[in-house]
């Protein structure tokens, strides 16, 4: 007898939820800027590598557990042992955190969309746009409400009424948007002052090339880092989402196929968003261009979408939405996460539960939001950086909770609960698990070690 009355209708519910979750900003922004960083194809093969090891490992895990336990992190954890309860604990204060700050973000890319919408293009890639944009006291408030409630609205109609319907509509939909942006990247071509051609094509065979140039140990740790880093975030692990959602899948599903199937889904869209963005802006913009960082979305892409004339609109228009789908499904699944630990501590019921959490989150999304006017203060960061409300907000989770989280939990299943707690799970539906020999030993034995160097470097220890 089931414990949850909440369940994905089958297999493709599960995959394209799940598959919401992993796809967010970071697949859209953060990988296309990490491969130009750390030498195209280089960072491709690592960050490969990685997904078909490191990655398998932790998202295997996370759902094996939901499943296992039909509970959310707090009550999965207590269950496996109750000494670990705790881990559980600091598992369900990562989402409470990410969703302080995610429906801000959701707020920007909305904001870009409606300037495309409406035709303001040059507006939009204004030197001092995005800057006066989330310095204002009230534009920034507005639409960081307006994503919240529409966040709130999918996740208080319920596991089908609202996630899986909204993921089935979406995730297709963000497939072929990505997929048409990527191909219109690639016929683009443009003669800068110097009279130098350069064509998407280039662009394209820039990103996937391998560049060893002045490869040394070193910069081979950092690229290694990067890329693991990237993939810890990208697949939603380690934060209670996964679990969340593997509590949710009935038993007959195949958790092999669809765990592969969440790889490839996750991975695809960050190497098309590689292929729609590098592309564009090596044309317009040449290899300097590559150096933006994180301003890439917000800076230098709507420059790219002007210097691309009429049809930049178009392909502003496209590439806004597409965000906004990939941002609003890994919003929903942090305010899930919340909802279900919440309903499970206070054994509430899910309408009253999500108009509680939507009450917190949109002060805290004002809040967040005002973190670069009213409420404006600038830290040092143990990494070296410096932040404000939503940088720390951002740094505490990501650099901290979760490296942590994943360490922890790889020596709970390692060495305490032992690898078959987590193989019996995934070997429950008579299919049998092919790589168990690989996440044996990974998360053992590797897995283990690479999240104490994360850790080490992403807390500023490890410089």
Known sequence: MEKKKSHFSGQIGFVLAAAGSAVGVGNLWRFPYLAAKDGGGLFLLVYLALVLTFGFTLLTSDIAIGRRTKESAIGAYTKMSPRWKFL???????????????????????????????????????????????????????????????????????????????????????????????????????????????????????????????????????????????????????MGIMITYGSYVKPEVNL????????????????????????????????????????LMFVSLPKVFMAMGKGGRIVGILFFVTTIFATLTS???????????????????????????????????????????????????????TGQLLDIMDYISNSVMMPLIALLSTFLIGWIKKPDYVIGEMERSGDSFKRKKIYTVMIRYVAPVMMFVLFLQSTGILS
């Not at 700050?101 to 001092?128: H, M, N, P, R």
């Not at 699944?333 to 054994?347: D, G, K, Y």
């Open 88 to 238: 559980g604990i600091l598992t369900f204060l990562v989402p409470v955190l990410i969703m302080t700050y995610y429906a801000v973000i959701g707020g920007w890319v909305t904001k870009y969309a409606v300037l495309y919408l409406s035709g303001q293009t040059e507006v939009a890639a204004g030197d001092q746009y995005f800057t006066s944009f989330i310095t204002s006291p009230t534009a920034p408030v507005a639409f960081a409400l307006l994503f919240m409630g529409v966040t709130s609205l999918v996740v208080y109609n319920g596991v089908q009424g609202g996630i899986e319907r909204v993921s089935k509509y979406m995730m297709p939909v963000l497939l072929v948007l990505v997929v048409v942006i990527a191909g219109y990247s690639l016929t683009l071509q443009h003669t800068d002052e110097s009279g130098q051609l350069r064509t998407g094509i280039d662009g394209f065979l820039y990103y996937l090339t391998p560049d060893f140039s002045g490869l040394t140990v070193e910069r081979f740790l950092q690229i290694l880092l990067d890329a693991m880093s990237q993939l810890f975030f990208s697949l939603s692990v380690s």
């Open 256 to 295: 092999n196929r669809a765990v592969n199937q969440i790889e490839i889904f996750d991975t695809g869209v960050a190497l098309l968003a590689g292929a729609m963005i590098i592309p564009a802006v090596f044309v317009f913009s040449g290899t300097e261009g590559m150096s933006a960082g994180p301003s």
């Open 331 to 385: 919003c929903i699944s942090v305010l899930e996460s919340i909802t279900a630990n919440c309903m499970e501590i206070f054994h509430a019921e899910r309408k009253k539960t999500v108009l509680v959490l939507t009450i917190i989150y949109l002060v805290a999304s004002a809040v967040i939001a005002l973190g670069y006017s009213l409420f404006y203060f600038e830290i040092k960061l143990p990494n070296g950086s």
